[in-house]
C-alpha cells in the first residue's frame, strides 16, 4: 500500500500525522533523526517540519546540513511516492543542495510535483527548506530514479 493511501486510512483517527509518520519512521528508521512532523500531505504536494532541538544541531548552534538533507530526502520520497502508479517504484540516485542561510529555527520543508512530470528514468525534484519566518534556507534537488516493478 502507498504512503498516501496509509496516510489517508488514518486520518480518521486523533492525531494521525503523528501516527502516519511513526509508521513511515518504523519503515525507514534513519528518517526518526530527526523526529518529523507532518504538516501537509496530499498527491504530489508535502510540508514536513523539523523542530530545533539540540540532537540536530551543528557545532554553531544552527540546523546541522545532514538534519535537512534527511529532511528534503524525506519531503522527496514520499511527495514522489504520493504521483506513482503501483507498478512503478523510486530510488534517490543523488542530491544537489545549496545552504542558503543559517538555520536558527524550526524548519519546513516543502516539495510539490505533477503525476504527469514524473517518468521513467531520472527524475530532479525541488525541495524548499524554510525557517519560522518563511525565509528559505536550504535547497536540495534530488535525482529521484524511477522504473518499473514486476506485480506479482
Known amino acids: 500500500m502507498s504512503p498516501l493511501k496509509i496516510y ?17 519512521c518504523a519503515k525507514a528508521p534513519y528518517f526518526s ?8 500531505y496530499e498527491e504530489g504536494k508535502i510540508e514536513i517540519k523539523l523542530i530545533k532541538r539540540k540532537s540536530v544541531l551543528n557545532h554553531i548552534g544552527t540546523v546541522h546540513a545532514i538534519a535537512m538533507c534527511n529532511l528534503a530526502e524525506l519531503c522527496g520520497g514520499l511527495v514522489v511516492d504520493s504521483t506513482l502508479p503501483k507498478n512503478w517504484r523510486w530510488i534517490p540516485k543523488g ?11 524550526d524548519l ?3 516539495c510539490e510535483i505533477s503525476k504527469e512530470s514524473i517518468k521513467i528514468g ?11 519566518k518563511g525565509t528559505q534556507v536550504f535547497k536540495a534537488v534530488i535525482n529521484m530514479y524511477v522504473s518499473e516493478r514486476k506485480l506479482s
Not at 33 to 40: A, C, V
Not at 95 to 105: F, P
Not at 122 to 132: A, H, K, T
Open 108 to 110: 519546513i520543508g516543502k
Open 33 to 40: 533523526s530527526i523526529k518529523p512532523q507532518l504538516l501537509h
Open 122 to 132: 531520472d527524475n530532479e525534484l525541488l525541495v524548499n527548506v524554510f525557517d519560522e
Open 8 to 24: 489517508r486510512s488514518f486520518k480518521k483517527y486523533p492525531m494521525s500525522n503523528f501516527l502516519f509518520m511513526k509508521v513511515v
Open 95 to 105: 542530491m544537489s543542495v545549496e545552504y542558503l542561510q543559517k538555520a536558527t529555527s
